[in-house]
């Protein structure tokens, strides 16, 4: 008896799915982005980056640390506007395990892109702190690429200054109202663009809520 060569139809389903998300893939501003990588925001924007996330079926998490003036401050704001459980934010050992294994358990995910604007660069989050920030990064990033799923995450940096005389006509920034540097003097910063972006004026492109994951896991 002959046997048929057609394949059976789930699998031409998940064909078309994978052909069609390389396909949107190309279109997208990630094209020539790695799939799993942490890199300087560098001329992307904001807005692009949550497109691309809402275009790809990616969750999209944005965190603004303008406001940290600390490691535990930097910690809390990641762990509040990520929707992540409390206990994330001990350490960086907690906030990795919040990115990683709950999530994994907890159900097939579709990929991930993650922008961390305004990481603090000064005194109180030095580079060793920021550099010890982006190897959690780095290192759940490596974890999803063990399973075949895309993390991307995008950073920028910014610096305390001093507060600047007021010039007569000239309306400043939020940021630089509240003592933000958005260029970087000094120590030279891996980044080259910053977005002035509030996080309440954005939404994330798809449903995450990490803490609601890792109570169903």
């Keep these: 008896m002959l046997q048929s060569n057609k394949l059976p139809e789930y699998e031409i389903c998940q064909a078309l799915v994978l052909f069609s998300r390389k396909?949107?893939?190309?279109?997208?501003?990630?094209?020539?982005?790695?799939?799993?990588?942490?890199?300087?925001?560098?001329?992307?924007?904001?807005p692009d980056l949550q497109e691309a996330a809402q275009a790809l079926g990616h969750h999209f998490l944005y965190?603004?640390?303008?406001?940290?003036?600390?490691?535990?401050?930097?910690?809390?704001?990641?762990a509040q506007q990520f929707t992540f459980p409390t206990q994330a934010s001990k350490n960086f050992d907690s906030l990795y395990d919040g990115m990683t294994d709950p999530l994994h358990k907890s159900g097939p995910?579709?990929?991930?892109?993650?922008?961390?604007?305004?990481?603090?660069?000064?005194?109180?989050?030095d580079k060793e702190a920021r550099e010890q920030l982006l190897d959690v990064f780095r290192e759940a990033a490596d974890y999803w690429s063990d399973r075949k799923v895309p993390f991307r995450c995008f950073y920028s940096f910014s610096v305390a200054r001093a507060p600047s005389?007021?010039?007569?006509?000239?309306?400043?920034?939020?940021?630089?109202?509240?003592?933000?540097e958005l260029t970087e003097p000094g120590e030279k910063m891996p980044t080259d663009k910053l977005v002035d972006i509030s996080p309440l004026a954005l939404r994330m492109s798809s449903p995450f809520n990490a803490g609601y994951w890792l109570a169903a896991a």
């Excluded at 396909?23 to 904001?46: G, Y």
Aim: cysteine-free; aromatic content about 4%; charged content about 20%.
């Design 165 to 180: 005389a007021v010039v007569e006509g000239v309306t400043e920034s939020p940021e630089a109202q509240q003592g933000i």
């Design 63 to 78: 965190a603004n640390l303008a406001q940290a003036q600390s490691k535990q401050d930097v910690l809390d704001l990641i």
């Design 23 to 46: 396909a949107t893939e190309m279109d997208t501003p990630l094209r020539t982005v790695k799939t799993n990588i942490v890199q300087s925001i560098r001329a992307f924007r904001v």
């Design 109 to 125: 995910q579709p990929g991930f892109i993650l922008v961390l604007e305004h990481i603090p660069a000064h005194a109180k989050f």
